[in-house]
């Protein structure tokens, strides 16, 4: 996370990393508790070294999934939901929650104004995981995006 070179592979790479490291603790510890707990601390605090880098990053990355372009290849719901999932694994790590909200905001403006969104339930779908893990007050802003949207 220190690497500000590999930014743009960041994100993936600490999905991948996790899915490694969550392995080991299943197929080689167990999933004793003491060490998934100890596990869990040193992620977050190797997660958030670069204080609001991982937070801005991770943003980005969710939105390089939900938004149309011509490089990406359309995810299929079920890939995108399972993408989705993953990445909230990271973000329950990040610190910068804040940080996240404003430029997924930002982003998600872009994605609804410009018509630029892959999959209306996808985005729907993360709103619903961000309320589940951040509260709706979180996510209320976000929600009043869609309902703007429809109204115009």
């Not at 430029?103 to 589940?132: P, Q, T, V």
Request: one cysteine or more; proline letters at 1%; charged letters at 35%.
């Amino acid at each position: 996370t220190m690497d500000e070179q590999n930014d743009k592979s960041m994100v993936e790479n600490l999905l991948q990393f996790k899915f490694r490291l969550d392995g080991i603790v299943k197929y080689s510890f167990n999933d004793d508790e003491d060490i998934c707990s100890s596990l869990r601390e040193a992620f977050e605090y190797f997660v958030n070294l670069r204080q609001n880098a991982p937070a801005e990053l991770l943003a980005k990355y969710i939105d390089s999934k939900l938004r149309v372009g011509k490089s990406m290849r359309s995810l299929s719901d079920t890939d995108l939901e399972s993408q989705l999932d993953r990445v909230m694994e990271i973000f329950r790590f990040v610190n910068g929650k804040d940080v996240f909200e404003a430029f997924y905001k930002k982003d998600l403006a872009k994605r609804l104004l410009l018509a630029k969104s892959a999959s209306i339930d996808g985005e729907k779908a993360m709103i619903s995981k961000l309320k589940s893990e951040c509260g709706a007050n979180f996510t209320s802003k976000l929600e009043g995006m869609f309902k703007d949207i429809d109204l115009s």
